[in-house]
């Protein structure tokens, strides 16, 4: 009997995990996208959508209703076949490298042995529906965008993943769940062991995704709208969806890596516990602040709506809080980890993209050869120079016995003053640089 | 059972794209059936418990090289080639070479099977944390190629930079 | 289970499309790419004896030849490049000169 259950959880729970992550990633996207045009609003003191549902809570419905009963326009001059096919590559690689993650210490579907680098791999499959979405389309714009992307990408992957080499030095092992048990046996968080490597990976991967200010393959007053020119309706969400998917993808990679998974904040450390209170208290936050505002909607049906929100999210405050009594905990002690890691995951997930989005309505675009320039001659030394310091700080703490705090700062330290000599170098360069045009 | 549908669904996919990448007319088509054909091979590494070979292939062939060819391809346009002939003069004294080399290959394995013991199955994985014993091998008994590789990488880099430059 | 001698044919299947493709193609692209099949079917090869004999210097050997593709690969479209820009075709049998 016991043998049959084990069975069917081998079985069904990556299957459910995989429906879970299938079904919801779309909705997900629709509210990242959502949540994107409230902080772009936000921080051009605007107020962003407010007409499809109380604050515009149903705006990415009415988005993804209206993208799918849109006329699929196919150019005549295109390639069909390809053109057709060209989508569903890059939101394929997008969701196959989803399987490889670790959501909470549960929530996952397969825990390969190579796990961080087949999301690396596959994510970077994406790329051929980018270039050949571009080229089938028949079209210059179009042709421009996905040739920029694919030099953007290949340079940019290969920082990243020199980026990422540290941390595994660090960890020592490619399974996302074992590195995050890593992490909770350093006692900290590998940010803090190798910040350049960090800082390396979200330049690096805001540039992987194509996204401001690195955001040349589709440069608006450029190249119309690059490799998406010439889409539209559906096959033009289904490149958004692989577009924000990748997003979730890179922010899981580096919440995976550097920022300590689904641990909570100091972790190790028991004059903390009363952070296991905070996801409770966060959800009663957004919860009570959804009934503040209920009154204030001017229809009756939004006023509801808000009211049933609140209610939802006072409903998650409660599951939440459910192991942190000590009945339930000692009834189902796997509960607590698998919750509660599930919600810091997203937390910190949510945070890097928010970070994304910052830095999306901070910085001007990027001219394309000093985005080459950036990639080539800074990132990628510094990145090499990164992964050594990672090593020589490793060899003194495990050969000479110094201690943490002593051989990382020290690294750290080394890189840094590489990165400004890097930098340094770099602008008397660029100073010394007479453009085209204008002599 | 699933070991075998596995490797059957791949072993086809990877040969009926392997003949699509020698006969289309379209570069962009070929590139594409390559690719199709290297992901194939992917997965019969993944079948035969080499996922640290798996993923390299992923990685490196799908990701890097092929990405250059593709980019390579739409640098160069390709109307005026679709129109040309696709083979060369002698291509039927090609082919009748090329199988003949096919022949000898059919043969050494046939003649091999009762030499090594190629009929059976493969002996279960021995290997078992591949990625580890593959590093250390690669590390340890193999610095010295290992190095070499690493120069005659580099040696490639600067080659293909002077190479594709404009003015040297 | 699957008798290594299946991912043997297979190897040379895959090996010999490659030969025939670098013997009776005229654009350079193909060719190259033909030979990259050839040298992903060799890999096969590598990895199926790999388990065979139980040692992963099968696997080293294949990392050994990716990184050759690779290099092949750079330096391949690079000369392609440079003589596509010289002589704006990409056909084997107008590349005839010696020198330019």
């Keep these: 009997m016991h043998a049959v259950i084990q069975y069917l959880i081998s079985i069904w729970v990556p299957l459910v995990c995989a429906l879970v992550i299938v079904g919801v990633l779309p909705l997900v996207t629709g509210y990242i996208v959502l949540m994107e045009r409230k902080v772009m609003a936000d921080m051009q003191a605007r107020l962003g959508p407010m007409r499809v549902g109380p604050h515009g809570l149903l705006q990415p419905i009415a988005d993804a209703v209206k993208l799918l009963i849109k006329e699929d326009i196919i150019p005549d001059e295109a390639d069909k076949a390809i053109f057709w096919i060209a989508p569903l590559i890059s939101v394929t690689a997008g969701m196959l490298a989803m399987s490889a993650l670790a959501i909470g210490p549960w929530f996952q579907i397969a825990d390969l042995n190579v796990g961080l680098l087949f999301i690396v791999g596959i994510s970077a499959l994406g790329i051929f529906g980018i270039v050949l979405g571009g080229w089938s389309s028949n079209s210059h714009y179009s042709l421009l965008g996905a040739l920029r992307s694919a030099a953007q990408l290949v340079s940019y992957e290969t920082a990243a993943g020199m980026a990422v080499v540290g941390a595994l030095l660090l960890a020592g092992t490619l399974s996302t769940r074992e590195i995050v048990t890593a992490q909770g046996d350093y006692g900290t968080w590998f940010i803090f062991a190798a910040p350049v490597g960090f800082f390396i990976y979200v330049v690096a991967s805001i540039a992987e995704t194509n996204r401001a200010p690195f955001d040349l393959p589709e440069a608006e007053s450029e190249l119309v709208a690059g490799y998406m020119t010439e889409y539209s309706g559906f096959r033009w969400a289904l490149y958004f969806l692989a577009e924000y998917t990748n997003m979730v993808v890179v922010a899981s990679i580096a919440t995976t890596l550097f920022l300590g998974g689904w641990l909570r904040p100091f972790a190790g450390t028991p004059a903390f516990n009363f952070l296991d209170y905070f996801p409770s208290a966060l959800m009663i936050f957004v919860g009570a602040y959804c009934l503040y505002r209920a009154p204030k909607q001017p229809v009756k049906v939004q006023q509801l709506f808000m009211m049933v929100l609140g209610l939802a999210f006072f409903g998650v405050a409660l599951i939440l809080a459910a192991p942190l009594i000590g009945r339930v905990n000692d009834m189902l002690p796997g509960l607590k980890p698998g919750l509660h890691g599930a919600f810091w995951f997203l937390l910190k997930v949510g945070s890097y993209i928010y970070l994304f989005m910052w830095l999306r309505f901070t910085f001007p675009r990027y001219r394309f050869d000093q985005l080459m320039r950036l990639g080539w001659q800074f990132l990628i030394p510094l990145s090499i120079v990164n992964v050594m310091g990672i090593g020589l700080a490793l060899v003194l703490h495990r050969q000479w016995g110094w201690s943490h705090w002593t051989a990382f700062p020290l690294t750290t330290a080394l890189t840094l003053l590489v990165a400004g000599w890097l930098g340094w170098a770099g602008e008397k360069k660029d100073k010394e640089h007479v453009f085209v045009g204008e002599s | ?168 | 289970m699957i008798p290594t001698s299946h991912y043997l044919f297979l190897s040379l299947g895959l090996f010999t499309i490659g030969i025939i493709g670098v013997v009776t193609r005229r654009n350079v692209i193909i060719i190259l790419m033909s030979i990259e099949l050839m040298l992903n079917a060799v890999n096969i090869n590598l990895v199926a004896f790999s388990r065979l004999v139980g040692s992963a210097e099968g696997h080293v050997f294949a990392i050994f030849i990716i990184t050759d593709a690779a290099a092949e690969a750079a330096v391949g479209l690079g000369i392609i490049i440079s003589f596509f820009r010289n002589r704006e075709t990409l056909l084997s049998d107008e590349m005839d000169l010696l020198k330019w």
């Design chain 2, 1 to 168: 059972m699933l070991d075998q549908i596995v490797f059957y669904f791949f072993a086809a996919l990877a040969a009926i794209s392997a003949v699509l990448v020698v006969t289309r007319r379209n570069i962009v088509q070929c590139a594409i059936f390559l690719i199709t054909a290297l992901l194939a091979t992917a997965g019969i590494f993944l079948q035969l418990h080499a996922e640290f070979l798996f993923i390299v292939q992923v990685i490196l062939y799908a990701g890097g090289i092929m990405v250059l060819f593709v980019f390579v391809i739409m640098l160069i346009n390709l109307d005026i080639s679709l129109h040309q002939a696709q083979y060369n003069r002698q291509w039927w004294l090609g082919l009748l070479l090329a199988l003949v080399v096919g022949a000898h290959l059919i043969l050494a394995v046939a003649v091999g099977r009762s030499v090594l013991p190629f009929g059976e199955p493969a002996p279960a994985t021995m290997l078992e944390p591949s990625t580890q014993i593959v590093g250390r091998t690669l590390f340890g008994e193999y610095m010295l190629p290992f190095e070499i590789a690493s120069i005659l990488l580099l040696v490639a880099m600067i080659g293909a930079v002077v190479m594709a430059k404009k003015k040297v």
